[in-house]
Each structure stands twice: as structure tokens, then as C-alpha cells.
């Protein structure tokens, strides 16, 4: 959905928190997706939620966080993108582990004015995200304050024994990425440079906008036992892999000119200049790709792409314990130890 200019938030007259739970509740409310989740056998209206998972299957529980201000910008990212993308963000940990969502619980504090026209445009998006996703809302809060809060908490479902856990990583695994990094640190900055409300033309902010968790290519390399260990990059490569390593007890070795990197924007009169590629790819956050290791020579192999998403195998794991990026330099190769650089809330905010 383009948004070129935001309408007027006002809220509408008498609005409650009964009536903005009804509101909650009847734009969540789709068959097909009531459909797709039988395991949520109560839902919204009742003090809880109850959720009876398969037989076979392990539940997995996750919550995330999307805050005005640290996440997303009130005058900036449309409100359909804050709803699509704040559970779009939370399902990623579950693609991360190979499982499947199933429902998921959401809690939102929001001002007076913005019960109206946001709040309508903020649930749609969300719904969008509920039905794509095949995760239906069981349950939540809501309460009013100044600044807008989320909280999502997502419950999902993978087979017992193949949760793909970050811990798995053993030295000689191969180490794989999915599309391309970077890019959606390329939207954030691009959107901050923009005047006004932004619309979603540009790939690199609709990457940052509306991000696509890989549950396919998760649930595939867990039911195939293709991957030892797994981790969605949220927060940079840089930052990610070193949490893997460290789960793991192992480092890591890879290679300048085998990351996915975006393409540099051009030179723009006025403009901030941007980080190169390289930088992107390692400490730009946002990408929700996944990054898994792979035993070498194991049969099926990974492949090259998986339903049209390129996977690229970016290095190999090593005894450790340091995360170690070669860089080509005329004849040499540059090793320099990684430190984590990406997203990190207590750390100064780039």
C-alpha cells in the first residue's frame, strides 16, 4: 500500500477500551486464517487464549518488541507497515528455529488521537501479516499512552527433534545466508532522507518496511536436517553471527567477496553520504534473512536458490573463538576480526 500523505488521526467520539477491543477483534477476524489454525480452540473474548498444540510437535514461544521512536518513526513509516511489520519481525524468530506460527498475542498502548484513521490502518496491515503468515490473533491488551507500544508474542509449532537450535554449529560447517544484506538499513536511511510520509516503490525500503520472514526455507532445512544451526539476522551480521558462534562454542571465517552485498546508491547533492556495501551487509539490521551452517559434503546438498531465493554460502566455521572477515588487498588477504556492530538498544543509536 503507497501512502503519499497521511490523513488526519483523529480519533473517533467515545471511544473506550471496550470498543477499541471490538475494533481489534472484528478487523482480526478472517475464515480462512480461523481455519488454517486449529490448535488455537479459544481465542479472543475470554480472559486467555487456549492453544492445544499437534501431537508430535513442540510449542515455541517468542515475543518481540516494536516501539515508536527506537523501531519506527510516527511521521515516517506508514501505519499499515508498522502493523505488517511488527509481527512479520516476531514470526522471524520462528522461521529461525524451523517451526511453523500459530497464533499470536499482541499488546499496544497508542494516544487518544490515534484510536481513529492510524488504528484502522495499523490493523489492516497487521491483518495482511496474519493471513500471509497463517497466524491468527488470539489474544492481547490494550492501554493508552503518549508514545506507541507493541508487543507481540508469537506461538508456533515444529516437529519434536527438529527445532533448529543456534547452539548445533560444529568447525568445517559451511556457512550460508539467504537474498541479499543490507538492504533494508539501505531503506531506513534512504526514508530518513525523504521528506514527508513515505510510499514503498523503492525495494530497499520496502525491504525495511515490509520484511518477509523466511518460514519456507526454515521449515525446509529443518525438516531435511539440513541446517546444524540457524539464526535470523535482525540485528547484522556482524552482531548475529558472533551469538551463533558464541551458542555454539566455535568461530567463524568469512569471505568480503561472497557476501550478498546491495548496490551503493549514487552520490546525491545534500544528501548524507551512505555506508559501502560491505559496511551494510555486516551491521545493518532489519534483514530478517537467515544465516545457518551446514555439514560439508551431506547429501542433499544446499542448493543454490530455494523457490526462487538465492542462498549464498558467505565462509566456514572455525575452532574460534573470534569471527574473522577476509578481505581481498592486491595480492594479500586481509583478515580483521569482527566485533559486533550491529543493532544493540543500549548502545549509542547510529
Given amino acids: 500500500m503507497q501512502i503519499g500523505v497521511f490523513p ?42 487456549l492453544f492445544q498444540p499437534k501431537p508430535g510437535y513442540e510449542t515455541i514461544l517468542t515475543c518481540d518488541w516494536f516501539l515508536e521512536k527506537t523501531h519506527f518513526l510516527r511521521k515516517k513509516h506508514p501505519p499499515d507497515a508498522v502493523g505488517w511489520k511488527c509481527l512479520a519481525r516476531a514470526i522471524s524468530d520462528v522461521a529461525a528455529m524451523g517451526g511453523t506460527p500459530r497464533c499470536f498475542l499482541l499488546s499496544l498502548a497508542l494516544p487518544e488521537t490515534h484510536t481513529g484513521r492510524w488504528l484502522d490502518l495499523f490493523l489492516g496491515g497487521l491483518r495482511r501479516a496474519s493471513r500471509k503468515f497463517q497466524c491468527v490473533l488470539a489474544g492481547g491488551d490494550t492501554t493508552r499512552r503518549n508514545e506507541i507500544l507493541i508487543n507481540i508474542t508469537v506461538v508456533g509449532e ?18 550460508y545466508v539467504s537474498s541479499r544484506l543490507g538492504e533494508a538499513e539501505l531503506g531506513l536511511r534512504t526514508l530518513r532522507q525523504v521528506k514527508g510520509p513515505s510510499g514503498s516503490n523503492n525495494p530497499a525500503m520496502r525491504k525495511h518496511l515490509y520484511p518477509q520472514p523466511r518460514l519456507a526455507l526454515g521449515r525446509w532445512l529443518a525438516e531435511k536436517r539440513l541446517a546444524t544451526s540457524m539464526i535470523d539476522l535482525s540485528d547484522g551480521l556482524s552482531t548475529d553471527l558472533s551469538r551463533l558462534c558464541k551458542a555454539s562454542g566455535v568461530g567463524a571465517l568469512i569471505g568480503a567477496d561472497d557476501l ?5 546508491p549514487g552520490a546525491r547533492k545534500g544528501r548524507a553520504e551512505f555506508p559501502s556495501p560491505i559496511e551494510l551487509a555486516l551491521n545493518g539490521g532489519d534483514d530478517y534473512e537467515l544465516l545457518f551452517t551446514s555439514r560439508r559434503g551431506v547429501l542433499p546438498a544446499v542448493p543454490w536458490k530455494f523457490r526462487g531465493l538465492p542462498i549464498h554460502p558467505i565462509g566456514h566455521v572455525t575452532s574460534g573463538p573470534n569471527v574473522v572477515l577476509a578481505e581481498s588487498g592486491g595480492r594479500l588477504l586481509n583478515l580483521r576480526v569482527l566485533s559486533p556492530g550491529g543493532w544493540d538498544p543500549f548502545r549509542k543509536r547510529r
Fill in 260 to 264: 550478498p552485498c546491495v548496490k551503493q
Fill in 8 to 49: 488526519q488521526f483523529m480519533p473517533r467520539k467515545s471511544q473506550n477500551e471496550d470498543a477499541i477491543l471490538a475494533r481489534i477483534s472484528d478487523r482480526s477476524r478472517s475464515s480462512e486464517s480461523q481455519a488454517a489454525t486449529p490448535s488455537v480452540s479459544l481465542g479472543i473474548g475470554d480472559d486467555a487464549a
Fill in 158 to 175: 515444529v516437529r519434536v527433534g527438529h527445532a533448529v537450535l543456534r547452539s548445533g554449529a560444529r568447525e568445517g560447517d559451511l556457512l
